[in-house]
Structure formats: C-alpha cells, structure tokens
C-alpha cells in the first residue's frame, strides 16, 4: 500500500501559529509574571523555544523555559523498547508558585501530557499547568484537554499527524499521512 500525505500547515503557517498561541497564553495569564514554559522531549522542546522567543521579543523579558523527558513516566515504554533512549530533563528554575505551560506537538490519547504531570510534580508544585499543543487531532484515552491549541484535526484510523520542525527535520510543516 502508498502512504498519501496531505500538508496540514506549511512553515507560514506554522510560525503565524506560534505567534498566535503565544499571544494567547499571554493574553489569558495577564501578562508574564510567574510564567515559564517547557517542552515536552522531542517536538515539543522545538515548539516551546519559539514560543519562549516570541513571548521574550514581545515583551523584552526573560522567560524560563525547560525541556521534559517523559520516558520513564509513561504507561507503555515497557512495551515500546526494551531499552528506552532516556533523554535529559533540563529544568533550571522553581517551578514554585509558576504557572506552567507545558508545550508538545500533537496531543491524541493524554497518555504523554499524564506523563508529563506526573513528571512535573516531581519536581515542585506550581500554582498551575496549562498545555499548548500545535495540533490536536482528537482521540483521547484520558481526559485531557490542552489549553492552546494551533490546529484542531479529527483523525481516523490508520491515519497519522506528523509534525517535522526545522531544527530536527529541516522543514516546517504537519503532514497526515494515511494508507492509500
């Protein structure tokens, strides 16, 4: 069988997205006090950065920001590989009293942002966590529901959201890719 991709987003669109999305998170947490941002190991990261940029050029600030590995805290990655890639969690400020918006690429199931919860306690208690998603694509396991959210697809079966980012694929762009 021929996988088909159809282009959801381009790069345009991609970066009027993200300017979008951090405009909002601004807008709903009035303002940067007490915000951080961290991205979720691998597109998330990419994601979180450009976000962190954009709200940092804005506002002429500085933003901490972070980078999550979930590995060890998902419900699965015993049966995804025996010998799971850990990456590195680099988190260098409190996460007391932050409201944390935590950024991945797409959110389906919930399994990755429960995860992520579970991750992020362990390393403090922020007043609150909030997600940004470039896309969501429906199919939830678990009750998540990201806060901000740049693309809202409904996938099928067999179909599949993939998101390549300049600074680990060398293009911008979300692909849905299905049988054909």
């Given at each position: 069988m021929q996988k088909v991709k159809t282009r959801l987003l381009d790069g345009d669109d991609i970066d009027r997205t993200l300017s979008r999305m951090s405009m909002q998170i601004v807008e709903h947490n009035h303002g940067v006090e007490n915000l951080a941002i961290i991205g979720i190991y691998t597109g998330g990261v990419y994601l979180a950065q450009r976000i962190q940029a954009l709200i940092q050029e804005q506002f002429g600030i500085s933003l901490p920001a972070g980078s999550l590995d979930i590995t060890l805290y998902r419900d699965d990655w015993s049966l995804a590989a025996q010998n799971p890639v850990v990456k590195k969690t680099a988190i260098d400020f409190s996460l007391q009293d932050k409201v944390v918006v935590l950024v991945?690429?797409?959110?389906?199931?919930?399994?990755?942002?429960?995860?992520?919860?579970?991750?992020?306690?362990?390393?403090?208690?922020?007043?609150?966590?909030?997600?940004?998603?470039?896309?969501?694509r429906g199919g939830r396991e678990l009750p998540i529901q990201a806060d901000f959210v740049g693309l809202d697809v409904q996938v099928g079966l067999g179909e599949h959201v993939h998101v390549l980012l300049r600074e680990h694929d060398g293009v911008d762009e979300v692909v849905l890719v299905r049988q054909g």
């Open positions: 991945d690429d797409v959110v389906f199931t919930g399994r990755t942002i429960r995860a992520a919860l579970d991750a992020i306690m362990d390393l403090g208690r922020p007043r609150c966590i909030q997600l940004a998603s470039l896309v969501d």
